[in-house]
């Protein structure tokens, strides 16, 4: 039974450097603070779960393939748009939620911008109501504040190459 735990319990993240680690928790604390400032000069609920869940990416793991540009935005995006959808002709009803996680998630597949925390949008749409005006402003502004924020962080020594460079 033993040996079957240690696949679940062993950590597969390579050790950083404890500099490394302040570095990101700061991006990410710059970056929270920017979006909620953002939400009080605007009135927009900016402050979203998913949010968080995208600083992780961006400021702790920028050269993942999940953390680049066109995967943050593009996917949130495309999660709005299928929340958005999901709740116009199924308003509150959690099983449309549900589906539009799983349909949010096969179309970022197939469009190659997958962004995991962007598939919480569906959930956003169907339990808090938001009209799809509303949330596609939320998503826009919120993903390209955080992206614009992660290129500057990245550009502070010790520097992090963000976004990844195609050849």
Known sequence: MRHHIKHFVRRHEPRGHAHHYAKSAAGAITAMVAVGLLSVYTGLPLLIAPFGASAVLLFGQPKSPLSQPANVIGGYLLAAATGSVASFFFPGLWLAGAIAVGVTIGLMLVLRVTHPP??????????????????????????????????LHHLIPPRQQYPLRVD
């Open 118 to 151: 962007a598939g919480a949008v569906p959930i956003v749409a169907i339990a808090s109501h938001f009209d799809p005006p509303v949330l596609f402003e939320v998503v826009s502004l919120g993903s390209v504040l955080l992206v614009t924020i992660a290129v």
